[in-house]
């Protein structure tokens, strides 16, 4: 007989949120297991966030099913809200406090004990590398620093699942880097992470799996390297024309590749050898300002799927 696979700590089948009438999402089927890194990638107003509230229990669903930690968030909501921790899209720390009150602060939300408290802050503000800032205050730290306490403010409740809407938008690449290795760190410790980004490589960094939604459902489902897979090729030859000769100029290299995309900037021309692809443009006759061949990433699996860029 075989072994019985665990219960997931998210499950859904259906799941609806209606405003007024508008569907921001539409039918969602999802599965997350223990100890996964799980995405949701698309552009804005693709149903990420919608769903992400409905997870984090503080938006109710218009239908469906959704379980959390085997609760149900239409009665459970408190006890399942007790077990999460949440980094929001935007930063809600208390400026005026310092770095280490706004964790004591936000612990006693929780009814932890004060000792406790200040055990949990003192080991993550050190998690974080704040430890040598814990008594300033917020206001003047910088972004990253900022992104950095929100986190470690939603791990004071030792929390079973971490929900993280767009948790690197605005900040630079060496902050966003940091953030990334934390978070790394979390998912080696056992924390589930549950994330939404319309940044691709900070799906394929942190994420085991992943869906792409579009338009509020689910387009795609898979590891960021199945996806690009079943929806790529291996390889991807960018040309560049001067301006409007796009047109033109993908028309006579159309066949050259396994599939070919024409974006406002360059041509993409898709092939499994992307070298060999570019000596036979070249070969055409055809001479673009500038090429480039590359691996295929989770943006040409968004093209495929949506004909959108992520950032629309």
């Given at each position: ?208 799996r992943l869906v792409v939604m ?26 560049r024309f001067a301006l409007g ?54 943006e040409d699996v968004f093209l ?9």
């Amino acid at each position: 007989m075989s072994a019985q696979l665990p219960e997931p700590l998210i499950h859904a089948r259906g799941l609806v949120k209606r405003f007024g009438d508008f569907v921001a999402v539409d039918g969602v089927d999802l599965d997350v297991a223990a100890g996964e890194a799980f995405g949701f990638l698309g552009p804005n107003g693709a149903g990420k966030s919608s769903t992400m509230r409905m997870i984090g229990c503080v938006s109710p669903p218009s239908g469906g099913t959704l379980r959390i930690l085997g609760l149900d968030p239409r009665k459970d909501g408190p006890r399942i809200r007790g077990q999460l921790g949440v980094v929001p899209q935007l930063d809600t720390l208390d400026l005026e406090l310092t770095v280490r009150e706004n964790l004591l602060i936000y612990g006693r939300y929780f009814g932890l004990p004060r000792a406790l408290i200040r055990e949990r802050a003192d080991e993550l503000l050190e998690f974080v590398q704040l430890s040598d800032r814990a008594g300033d205050k917020v206001e003047p730290l910088s972004g990253g620093m900022k992104r950095r306490l929100t986190i470690a403010r939603s791990l004071i409740n030792d929390p079973r699942v971490l929900l993280l809407d767009e948790p690197t938008t605005g900040l630079d690449p060496q902050a966003r880097h940091v953030v990334w290795d934390r978070l790394f760190r979390l998912k080696h410790r056992g924390v589930t992470l549950v994330l939404t980004t319309h940044y691709m490589d900070e799906a394929e960094q942190l994420c085991d799996r992943l869906v792409v939604m579009d338009k509020g459902r689910i387009a795609a489902e898979g590891s960021p390297r199945e996806l690009i897979e079943r929806y790529s090729s291996r390889d991807v030859v960018e040309l560049r024309f001067a301006l409007g000769e796009n047109e033109a100029a993908a028309e006579k290299v159309a066949d050259l590749g396994d599939r070919i995309e024409v974006l406002p900037d360059r041509v993409l021309l898709y092939a499994d050898d992307g070298d060999a692809c570019l000596d036979r443009v070249q070969t055409r006759g055809v001479t673009p300002l500038s090429s480039l061949v590359r691996r295929s990433t989770l943006e040409d699996v968004f093209l495929r799927l949506t004909g959108r860029t992520l950032v629309d």
